[in-house]
């Protein structure tokens, strides 16, 4: 195993652990809603340069990460109560287009009261690289994949062990079955919406100390983490992450052996290759409807 493969590989499990992580966050809102969020990628954007300003002005780092996320998760509660519950019962294509001018309206806030520079973040543990199988790996990248896997088995924990994650489970499920056993199917689509705005936020803080963040790069992130999603399978937790690493492990051997100029194409290219094979994503399951 060559020292370019391994580089490669690790740069890999390390942008696909910031795609699974923004996929969970697809597949928690639409699993809950049935709505496809497209203002995800902007949670991404808004916890990487919200916390990097507060570091810039003198705020801890932990006490800006947290809130950082906070942020986050406000501006996802506000987009569920002020444009996805108004619009309750409209089409699909009416709700994606909701989420697309949330996610407009985001960029743009932010392009304001930041500004349209780059900015960064001090990594958790310092810049020292570290040497693994002849390639160098940033600490901030073992923090990524890290995090991401802990993230994972909390979620697992939550819905499988916990009555508010079963009950979400349900309501997935079910919402009318679980309605009339005293479950508001609102209140765990706006918790849906949070843990969406969360895991986005966190996404942001993890990957800017390697990537610098600006008003815009959520738009890019939030694309990709949605291709995650689709080759995972829409609505699925473990297909989240599975497509996150696909995804990202892609990316990375193919700008690295064919060329950096399609990095950005190439998720767009699996959503393609993933809808054609297979539709209902890796870990997906079919769906038949009778008509």
């Known amino acids: 195993m060559s020292a370019t493969f391994v580089q490669f590989l690790f740069a890999g499990l390390t942008v ?3 795609y699974a992580l923004i996929a969970l966050g697809f597949s928690l809102v639409y699993n809950a809603s ?10 991404v954007m808004l916890g990487g340069l919200a916390a990097a300003f507060m570091v810039a002005d003198g705020v801890p780092l932990g006490l800006a990460a947290v809130l950082a996320v906070l942020l986050a998760v406000a501006v996802a509660l506000a987009l569920y109560l002020f444009g996805i519950r108004p619009a309750h019962g409209a089409s ?5 287009i909701v989420t697309i001018g949330a996610s407009i309206l985001i960029r743009g806030l932010a392009g304001i009261v930041f500004d349209r520079n780059f900015h960064s973040l001090p990594p958790i543990s310092g810049e020292e690289p570290i040497r693994i199988l002849g390639a160098v ?10 995090v991401t896997a802990l993230v994972a088995l909390a979620l697992w924990l939550f819905f499988s062990r916990t009555l508010w994650g079963k009950a979400m489970l349900a309501a997935a499920w079910n ?24 895991l986005g936020a966190l996404a942001g803080l993890l990957i800017t100390p390697l990537a610098p963040t600006h008003f ?51 998720a767009f290219v699996i959503i393609l290759v993933a809808l054609v094979v297979r ?10 409807e009778r008509v």
């Open 16 to 18: 696909g652990a910031v």
């Open 175 to 198: 919402p009318l079955a679980a309605e009339l056993v005293g479950i508001d199917p609102r209140r765990v689509v706006l918790a849906s919406f949070a843990l969406a705005g969360a």
């Open 34 to 43: 049935h709505v496809i969020n497209f203002a995800q990628g902007e949670f």
């Open 92 to 96: 699909v294509v009416a709700l994606i």
């Open 137 to 146: 790996v940033a600490p901030q990248s073992l923090w990524v994949t890290g």
């Open 216 to 266: 815009q790069v959520g738009t890019m992130l939030g694309l990709k983490g949605f291709a995650a999603a689709i080759v995972g399978g829409l609505g699925s937790g473990p297909g989240a992450l599975v497509g996150g690493l696909v995804v990202g492990l892609v990316e990375s051997f193919a700008a690295g052996y064919l060329s950096s100029a399609y990095k950005d194409a190439i």
């Open 279 to 288: 539709p209902q994503g890796l870990l997906g399951r079919a769906v038949a």
